[in-house]
Every structure is written in structure tokens, then in C-alpha cells.
């Protein structure tokens, strides 16, 4: 989810407060995160709706390149960039530990 506003100046407002681990990591159900402009947002709940499909909105893309994540415990604020470099080298450091 958070790689869509990586290599770009946008952020993330994210709320995970009312889900569990077990509820975000589970394999046994299909989920898709989209990002719809706000002013489409009604038109897309709509025809979900329509189609009996169940979205919910789990947070906001911001102009501020930081990604704040609320989960049970606390909300972390992230700098966009320092978790774009680790995602980004996490196989090559995790391939080549030396």
C-alpha cells in the first residue's frame, strides 16, 4: 500500500486502528487498495455498492512527503524517503549481508 506514493512528492494519512495483524496479512481473502481522486470517491462507492463489492476508506494521500500510520498501539510518522531506500534495498542488503 505504501509503495503507490513512493517516487512521488505525495504522502500517506493511513488508519489501521480497528484491524488486526491477522486482518491485514491474511491470505484468505481478496483485497485491492485503489486510490480514487476525492472527487470521484462518491461515484466509486457508489457502483461498488451497486456491484456488492465492500470498500472502505483506510486513509488519504497528503502533499507532505511523510506517511502517517495510526495503528492500536500509537501512530508512527514515517519519512517517505527513508522508507522508500529501505524497501527499495531491502533484497540486495537481505542477498548480500557483507
Known sequence: ???????????????????????????????YVVSVAPNQQAAFEALAQERGVFVQQLGTVTDEPTIHLTTTERTHRINKATLESLWQHALPTLLNPS
Open 1 to 31: 500500500m505504501l509503495q503507490v506514493v513512493f517516487k512521488t512528492g505525495f504522502g500517506l494519512t493511513v488508519d489501521l486502528s480497528n484491524y488486526s495483524g491477522a486482518q491485514l496479512f491474511s491470505e484468505t481473502q481478496s483485497r
